[in-house]
């Protein structure tokens, strides 16, 4: 896929349908995800279009996973989660990016992995005030 | 959940009934999945019992992605993968261990996460043969 048909790249009206931009890190941008069928659940997307993991050198692959790693602990410490889940698929948006999913003993998918046919859409106040604690945390 | 209650840190029956060892790397452990639906499928286990990424410190976690990475660019070019899903769920196997799962285009589940469904077991011999594979990329 190249860049100009990539939605991340584009950052275009079919990104801001999905996500939210909470701020960068060092590496990446968090987005909070619209669908918050896992409430906190985030996405962080490398700042270029890369697709695997492995075409990152070790101080890259170690920056960028310490933007993963301090995301989850925002989002774990926010939402009192009780595991994260972390996933990279991408297959058809083959541009590096993890959704960090916080899951709930007894919640939705809890002991699989994480569903997508729940959707849970928000007030914008709503996802203005999940981005300010994340902010906050991740600042 | 205990150490001794942990199918990873128990390294017994349970664990052998699902993934068999290929070999140990920097920080972790890396198994062929039994179930190979996705074939070259693997776990990179952590070797400590460890629950989240962020319990990690910066060194821990470069150490356990370059396992990480390593694993994926393996599986990628023996498997000529079109793309590598990375997934950690754990919520009731709660010790850090990615699922490594090469997709194609057109395949099972292509385009969404990975499915769990589809069951696929080989001949102990095919198993061997692909463990073999990955050693010699890994060593």
Same mark, same amino acid.
């Given at each position: ?9 584009? &950052?275009? *009206?079919? %990104? @801001?349908?999905? $996500?939210?931009? #909470? ?9 909070l =995800? !619209? ?9 962080v ?11 990152? &050198?070790? *101080?890259? %692959? @170690?920056n960028? $996973?310490?933007? #993963? ?5 925002a989002?774990?410490?926010? =939402? !009192?989660?009780d ?7 991408g297959d058809?948006?083959?541009?590096l ?7 709930h *003993? ?10 997508i ?5 928000l ?14 945390k991740?600042?």
């Amino acid at each position: 896929m190249a860049e100009n048909t990539c939605f991340y790249c584009e &950052n275009g *009206e079919k %990104l @801001k349908s999905l $996500m939210i931009e #909470v701020c960068k890190l060092r590496t990446s941008t968090v987005y909070l =995800f !619209k669908n918050q069928s896992f409430k906190g659940r985030c996405v962080v997307a490398h700042n270029d279009h890369i697709k695997e993991l492995f075409e990152l &050198n070790e *101080e890259e %692959l @170690k920056n960028y $996973m310490l933007d #993963v790693s301090d995301t989850a602990k925002a989002i774990n410490d926010l =939402f !009192k989660a009780d595991k994260i889940n972390y996933a990279i698929n991408g297959d058809k948006v083959p541009h590096l990016h993890y959704h960090i999913v916080p899951k709930h *003993e007894g919640g939705y998918t809890w002991g699989m992995p994480f569903g997508i046919d729940k959707k849970v859409y928000l007030e914008d106040s709503e996802y203005q005030e999940i981005i300010e604690l994340l902010r906050e945390k991740l600042a």
